[in-house]
């Protein structure tokens, strides 16, 4: 199977992700989720010694709206993750990443390299790049790619 | 706001449950969905769905080979649905919670009106702030 060879590296987003202060509310985050078609912020951290926290649409609707608070009065701090789920080891195969997702129960794990943010996975991402690697060997057999 | 106002009613795109995982992917990725509705052989059975986060979570951590995994081993069967039109965004909140879902059917009676994501509560709120503040 050809996603053996696939590494975090190729995989791992490394655009800019969207942050969120830690007093804002949970309101700004929804609007600024659904501006930037990203639903994950990460929320920076105060100083060196502070861990880096992250808030998700699942944080949003579990701990805001279904507990029936005002989204307008609830701050980032009281629903954010903290700290976060990382890896660190860029040529890691596609399927551990895929597996520390599922243990750890999360959708969106960041990726450090050597202490520096370097950029995150989703799940979304390990299905491009698995997609991506089908529709290549195919590619290479000569075989006409038929969708379904 | 009422699940009515909040529901998504487009089409769903739908798999066979033969069909294998790869095939779902290609799909998913070819229809830009992150969610396949998991068609019933008989009248008798019930649907299912199958989701981004069941593949990632199921063959691909476990490393299998996803062209030989059948949907049916990894989908999520039956569907979590609600019938109650006029219930609280909350209300379906909490259900999304409860159950662990982030799709959830909808029927009115015994028609099938759509399925409501956790986007689509998002929305909501982001709307229902807009429109009551000014």
Not at chain 1, 109 to 137: H, P, S
Request: glycine content about 6%.
């Amino acid at each position: 199977m050809t996603h053996e060879e696939l590494s975090l590296r190729s995989i791992v987003k490394t655009f800019e992700f969207p942050t969120i202060g830690q007093d804002a509310t949970a309101l700004e985050a929804v609007d600024k989720m659904l501006e930037k078609g990203c639903y994950s912020l990460l929320v920076p951290r105060r100083d060196r010694s502070d861990a880096y926290g992250i808030v998700t649409k699942k944080d949003i609707v579990t701990k805001v709206v279904a507990e029936g608070l005002d989204p307008a009065k609830v701050t980032i701090k009281e629903i954010m993750s903290k700290p976060l789920v990382i890896l660190t080891n860029l040529s890691l195969e596609l399927r551990w990443v895929a597996k520390a997702m599922a243990d750890s129960g999360v959708s969106t794990i960041v990726v450090f390299d050597k202490g520096d943010f370097y950029g995150f996975v989703t799940e979304k991402c390990i299905l491009e790049g698995m997609y991506n690697a089908m529709r290549r060997a195919r590619l290479e057999q000569g075989v006409e790619f038929v969708s379904c | 706001m009422e699940l009515r106002d909040i529901i998504n009613s487009g089409k769903p795109v739908r798999i066979s449950p033969d069909a294998t995982v790869g095939d779902a992917l290609v799909s998913m990725m070819e229809n830009k969905t992150d969610y396949l509705l998991v068609d019933r052989k008989t009248p008798n059975d019930a649907y299912g769905i199958l989701t981004r986060w069941d593949i990632v979570s199921g063959p691909v951590a476990h490393g299998e080979d996803l062209t030989a995994v059948s949907v049916l081993d990894c989908a999520r069967k039956p569907l979590v649905v609600l019938n109650n039109l006029s219930l609280d965004e909350r209300r379906v909140a909490r259900k999304m919670d409860a159950e662990n879902a982030s799709k959830i059917a909808v029927f009115d009676k015994e028609d099938f009106v759509g399925f409501v994501s956790d986007i689509d509560i998002l929305k909501a709120i982001s709307k229902a702030a807009k429109g009551g503040a000014r």
